[in-house]
């Protein structure tokens, strides 16, 4: 096993090799490892390879890349073969890595503060105020305890040597933390022996860490938890779902116990920034920011950004709440600076930079342009600042005339360009996903996290390893089909297996309900409760129709067209907004035909055709989209339901071409459907979120109910045979029915069983009554949600006489006042409910009316 692993891998080249040292021989952190991959069968890795990817597809793992067709919710990629770094090593990267966060924090206090940097020439002026991230509106303002980098992440990669440079500093809002734990989740279970008994550290105490800094620094009347203050609230600001790495925003939301929120959930009143929740406004204390600078503030940085929250520089500059990263902090995030580091760290800290960075000549400074002109062919040429969008080019991959134009160009505007010395990525070992009998090389790159606490900055013991897409790649992005590695950081002391998921929690820290839910988070999980009912009962009722399709030959069968019908007065259809008028109903009067080919298209087209908003799909996508807005309050099971969702109409919109196709994908919603809603009944807390979930699915489910009740007994072409038995069949009541009921389906004991039958959950008058003890809920809590029409229809609907239906036979029933005036009542039921949404929106979420005005001043 060990000769067809290492095969193909080579053993001697111009990189440093992670796993081989000189001549082959395995580097000590790596033996006992390896030895474990030898005595591995090809079933076994073949198993773990299987479950790293169905781990990723399960847990909803994505990292979105920009204009690429497929990049919405891409898996994000993990080899399972971890970095595996000595303690000896490691205290090396982590002391010189703990220096640089405190040189840069400095210099970021210096240029926003006193400049003496700028005065005595050891940063050029034009680097500085030609800076997009230089933040005039920010200069003189400093944050609590002079921090201004709470998480710096610096991206490392090794010489042939195997010394390690530092290639990028990020200073914004590093990203990569949450993903590095979730490769760490996976890959310790994927090899859990080896983890355990290998000492690798774990990463916990620096989340804590985190934490508890953003809480020890956030401004709280005065006092600090320590000192007998509350807890600060603390919220975590995500551009929302569109960004690529929306999962790590909610995954580490919800690590952290920490609210997600993105703009419009803030707002500034006088100078504190406060959370919309649906009790009011709640004091924020501190932001831990996933939004870049400019975009954080439309008043006073970019008028344009829709993402921020208007007047939160005024809050920080008037000391109430605390962002982390501080505003302006992007500023360091220029190719140029780190050619300038050295003599910083001798300036502002005393003593020489301990990692270099990558060789760098900024071409704004003449001898740096001649430099660069004489020895392009070896270097690489980016942009000064990251606003230029710039790719980076390699010298040595132009032709003549691209040379003399690059150099044209860097004569024209050299404060605008810098060269970079080429770097030749160190490999690692991955495995062969197509021969699981080799090992391959791939360049790797680190990213170490730094934290900063009140006892100085804390490297993250480990990190994100990223994986170059191709063994000779002179890049490695996550954007370009880059994967990544969990990062083992060995320990010759006893492992710290402290977990942040078992803190210690006395009586006085116990809480029995959600709070601090954002009314942003209870709008989406009202709507998640609407959609989800809403595609469980369009599949219900296409189901219905298609099955009656099945049963009939070349012409369609009277049930059949009743189906088809409804679905046409509901709007289900394509094109039935046309009708949705009284002229525009559908009348047989004349007797005509109506052909199967024309029935199957119509109905196979509510299932999948894209441009018909209202059909299946794309009440599915609606889900779809709302579930990722909230994703954070859901369990594991809970979205591994809605990956199926998602997976299953992808298969039928792919290959779905019979009824046989429709009918399986309809079954598989249903119990999709079904699964969600066991989900949160079973799984869900019952918080205000979870009531507003299932507030919003008793109402779509009397919205869609008293309508469809309401037009069946309305239509003529519902009296024909099988009827009444295809609308229980519809409200998923036919097996109680049959139960009850030794006969064929009748019209009086149906209507009582799916209207009036305060025990059936697929019935009026049970929705009514669950909907009743809901806002009974919100009216103590939170204010009275005004729901009188619908109190007036259930005093209607229980005055009812259904005496007035017997005798009746519905076959033979023309111009049946009972069945008009029931329908008229189940009109007004859907009308009122309908109207509860609006006013709950309303009140609960646009914060109109005097709920609207309260404020927590915690």
């Known amino acids: 096993m060990p000769h067809s692993l290492l095969s193909i891998y080579p053993k001697n080249t111009d990189r440093f090799d992670e796993m081989l040292a000189e001549g082959g021989a395995l580097r000590s952190s790596w033996q006992t490892f390896f030895d474990h991959l030898v005595a591995a069968t090809p079933e076994q890795m073949r198993h773990r390879l299987d479950y790293v990817r169905r781990r990723i597809q399960e847990n909803g793992v994505t990292y ?26 490691w205290h090396e990267v982590s002391s010189a890595v703990t220096q640089r966060a405190r040189l840069l924090n400095a210099v970021l206090g210096d240029l926003y503060g006193e400049q003496t940097l700028l005065r005595d020439g050891t940063l050029p002026s034009a680097l500085v105020y030609g800076h997009n991230g230089f933040l005039w509106p920010c200069h003189g303002v400093k944050p609590p305890g002079d921090t201004w980098l709470h998480l710096y992440a610096a991206d490392l990669a090794r010489s042939p040597d195997g010394r390690w440079w530092v290639i990028r500093d990020r200073t914004q809002s590093p990203s990569g933390a949450g993903y590095a734990l979730e490769n760490r989740i996976i890959v310790s279970r994927v090899f859990p022996e080896q983890f355990r008994d290998m000492g690798v550290q ?7 860490s985190v934490r508890d800094s953003l809480s020890h620094w956030a401004p709280h009347n005065g006092k600090s938890e320590r000192e007998g203050g509350d807890a600060p609230l603390i919220v975590l600001l995500t551009p929302g779902p569109y960004n690529e790495t929306y999962f790590e925003h909610s995954y580490l939301a919800r690590y952290l116990g920490f609210p997600l929120v993105e703009g419009q959930d803030l707002t500034v009143r006088g100078e504190c920034v406060y959370l919309k929740t649906l009790t009011g406004l709640c004091r924020v204390h501190a932001i831990l920011r996933r939004l870049d600078d400019d975009f954080c503030d439309p008043l006073e940085l970019r008028g344009d950004s829709a993402l921020g929250i208007p007047g939160l520089l005024q809050v920080v500059r008037a000391g109430k709440v605390l962002v982390a990263n501080a505003l302006g902090s992007g500023l360091l995030e220029s190719a140029a600076l780190p050619g300038f580091l050295p003599g910083a760290c001798e300036k502002l800290l005393g003593e020489p930079l301990a990692m270099p960075s990558v060789g760098t000549w900024w071409c704004g400074e003449s001898a740096a342009l001649e430099f660069t002109i004489q020895n392009i062919d070896r270097l690489v040429i980016k942009g000064t600042f990251p606003s230029q969008r710039m790719d980076p080019i390699f010298g040595n991959q132009l032709d003549g005339q691209q040379r003399e134009d690059l150099i044209a160009r860097l004569r024209a505007r050299p404060l605008a360009y810098v060269a970079q010395e080429l770097v030749n990525f160190s490999q690692a070992p991955v495995w062969d996903s197509t021969d699981d009998k080799h090992l391959l090389p791939r360049g790797v790159a680190l990213r170490v996290y730094v934290a900063a606490t009140p006892q100085g900055y804390m490297v993250m013991p480990g990190g994100l390893t990223r994986v170059s897409a191709a063994a000779n790649a002179r ?29 210690a929690i006395g009586v006085a820290d116990l809480v029995r309900s959600g709070s601090n839910l954002s009314s942003r988070v209870v709008e989406n999980l009202f709507w998640f409760g609407r959609y989800s009912e809403r595609c469980e009962d369009v599949a219900r009722i296409l189901r219905v129709g298609l099955s009656r399709l099945v049963d009939t030959g070349t012409e369609a069968m009277p049930a059949l067209l009743s189906t088809y019908d ?23 009067a004349d007797q005509e035909e109506v052909h199967r080919p024309e029935l199957e298209s119509q109905m196979l087209a509510a299932i999948s055709d894209d441009e018909w908003q209202d059909g299946l799909a794309g009440n599915i996508r609606r889900l779809l989209w709302v579930g990722s807005q909230v994703r954070e309050h859901f369990s594991l099971d809970n979205w591994h339901a809605l990956n199926r969702l998602q997976h299953h109409l992808q298969v039928y919109s792919e290959f779905g071409r019979e009824i046989g196709d429709a009918l399986a994908f309809l079954d598989q919603i249903l119990l999709s459907s079904s699964s969600l809603a066991g989900f949160a009944m079973d799984n869900m807390t019952r918080d205000d979120g979870w009531r507003f979930l299932f507030i919003g699915r008793r109402i779509e489910r009397l919205i869609f109910l008293s309508s469809s009740i309401s037009q069946f007994l309305r239509l003529e072409s519902t009296r024909a045979r099988g009827g009444i038995e295809w609308l229980l069949e519809l409200t998923d009541s036919i097996i109680t029915y049959r139960s009850r009921y030794m006969t064929q389906p009748e019209l009086l004991p149906a209507l009582d069983l799916i209207v009036f039958n305060e025990d059936n959950p697929h019935a009026v008058y049970f929705q009514l009554l669950d909907l009743k003890q809901y806002l009974n809920r919100l009216s103590t809590e939170h204010g009275d949600p005004d729901e009188d029409l619908l109190n007036q229809a259930m005093s209607r609907l229980r005055a009812f006489d259904l005496s007035s239906f017997e005798g009746q036979d519905f076959s033979q029933c ?4 009972p069945c008009f005036e029931l329908a008229g009542l189940l009109d007004e039921i859907a009308n009122a409910a309908a109207s509860l949404s609006d ?3 309303l009140r609960y979420f646009a914060h109109i009316g005097e709920i609207g005005r309260q404020t927590l001043t915690a």
């Open 566 to 588: 409804l679905c046409r007065s509901l709007k289900l259809l394509p094109g039935s907004d046309a009708e949705a008028d009284g002229k525009g109903k559908r009348e047989r």
């Open 202 to 208: 774990h990463l916990a105490s620096f989340f804590r």
């Open 839 to 841: 006013r709950m929106a």
């Open 64 to 89: 979105n890349v920009y204009a690429d067709p497929k990049g919405t919710d891409r898996p994000w990629e993990l080899d399972p073969l971890p970095l595996i770094l000595s303690a000896s090593e």
């Open 475 to 503: 890049m490695i992005s996550m954007q370009r089909g880059g994967s990544s590695k969990d990062t083992w950081v060995l320990t010759d002391e006893e492992v710290n297996a402290f977990t942040l998921l078992k803190n």
């Open 814 to 817: 023309r111009n049946c006042n």
